[in-house]
């Protein structure tokens, strides 16, 4: 109802215009009207579905007021007001929009628009007829949308909560093997690497400086010292994980919905037109999701609620083209992000952790891997032991 007395309102102010002889042609060929049209959802590429169903009346003042009591489509009989108005917008024809004849047409389309959206009785549904391809773009739309907050949900489910839960129950149940096999590993090659520097120095009959080879050293194994470090990190963040408060089922529950909710009110892929502010408060949702924190979602949401970040509200069939194209580009993308993520650490160490077969060929696997580099440890050390001598 909001809607018809907005067009009613168009219809009467602009008639009353058009039948004003005192209205100058730059009043009547200005953006205003144009404005208001975009505005009320009327579409220039529909005013050629007019002239496809009364051929003769574009352009005939004559022949429409024949023919226009039959029209009762309010959509179409806006479009084509607005595809007229084109016409006459072009600077070397818009002083004809004057002529009678012409001021005609404008206040015949014009008048029987303004019927129309009076005869909406109150309670009643509205009489606008959509086009249907604007109908069926804008269905499109909002199923891509809702596909697109699905998926992100389930990406960043995948990268804030499974994956991490997985990394935690692998670090706690085989973390500690896996250090000390890679600490191994580097104390074992940085041995090897120290008896070739030795050797060198000795068979170029030069004196040994075991302090300047280990700087050398130092600097080769940099990186392996880092990683060294990492592991380590990623051992203090599991148990520091561990001990953290979970979600009971009706809280994770709660907190998946309220963060789709936030998705879709916010996410910057949906709402392109985002204010910094507005990214801002995303990212916040984003790092209270991460960290389970309810009571934050909680707020966000209610921020977010009554603002106005609604579906995509434009109705141009081009426009929403081109949103369906952008959405499943997106699609294509986030899909590959889950791919990804499922094909790749830690969310591949899954089924070894569902496995207790699995898990046990696992911590064998450790278990040899350490002991053959124990020996080969004590191999090189024994070697630079007889080379020092």
Not at 55 to 75: H, M, P, Q, Y
Not at 129 to 136: A, H, N, Q, T
Not at 151 to 179: A, H, P, W
Request: proline share 2%.
């Amino acid at each position: 109802m909001d809607d018809m007395a907005a067009i009613n309102d168009f219809a009467v102010k602009w008639a009353d215009k058009f039948k004003n002889p005192k209205t100058e042609y730059t009043e009547l060929t200005s953006s205003a009207l144009a404005d208001e049209c975009t505005a009320l959802g009327f579409e220039l590429e529909c005013g050629k579905a007019f002239c496809n169903r009364y051929r003769a009346v574009f352009s005939n003042a004559e022949a429409l007021k024949k023919i226009v009591d039959g029209v009762t489509d309010i959509s179409l009989l806006g479009s084509v007001i607005f595809a007229r108005w084109r016409y006459f917008s072009r600077s070397y024809l818009a002083e004809e929009i004057l002529k009678p004849e012409n001021r005609a047409w404008f206040l015949c389309a014009l008048e029987r628009l303004a019927v129309l959206s009076t005869n909406v009785k109150p309670g009643a549904e509205s009489v606008m007829i959509i086009f249907p391809e604007i109908v069926m773009l804008k269905t499109e739309v909002k199923k891509l949308r809702t596909e697109i907050s699905i998926l992100l949900l389930e990406r960043d489910e995948l990268r804030f909560v499974e994956c991490k839960n997985i990394e935690m129950q692998y670090m706690l149940s085989l973390g500690t093997l896996e250090y000390k096999a890679f600490q191994l590993y580097c104390e074992m090659l940085r041995l090897k690497r120290k008896v070739e520097l030795i050797r060198i120095k000795i068979n170029r009959q030069e004196m040994v400086s075991i302090s300047d080879i280990e700087k050398i050293l130092d600097g080769e194994f940099a990186e392996y010292q880092k990683k060294l470090q990492e592991q380590i990190d990623k051992m203090s963040a599991a148990l520091e994980r561990s001990r953290s408060k979970f979600l009971s089922e009706d809280e994770t529950k709660e907190l998946k919905t309220l963060y789709r909710m936030i998705v879709k009110a916010l996410h910057p892929d949906l709402h392109p037109e985002s204010s910094e502010a507005q990214i801002r408060l995303f990212q916040n949702a984003v790092d209270a999701y991460e960290n389970g924190d309810l009571n934050t979602l909680r707020i966000i949401k209610e921020m977010v609620e009554d603002a106005v970040l609604s579906e995509y509200k434009e109705n141009g069939i081009v426009v929403l083209q081109r949103e369906k194209a952008r959405l499943e580009t997106m699609i294509k993308h986030i899909k590959g992000q889950i791919g990804e993520i499922r094909n790749s650490y830690p969310y591949n160490l899954k089924s070894i952790l569902q496995s207790e077969k699995l898990m046990a060929e696992k911590k064998a696997e450790l278990e040899d891997t350490i002991s053959r580099l124990q020996e080969m440890t004590g191999f090189y050390d024994q070697q630079i032991k007889e080379m020092l001598r």
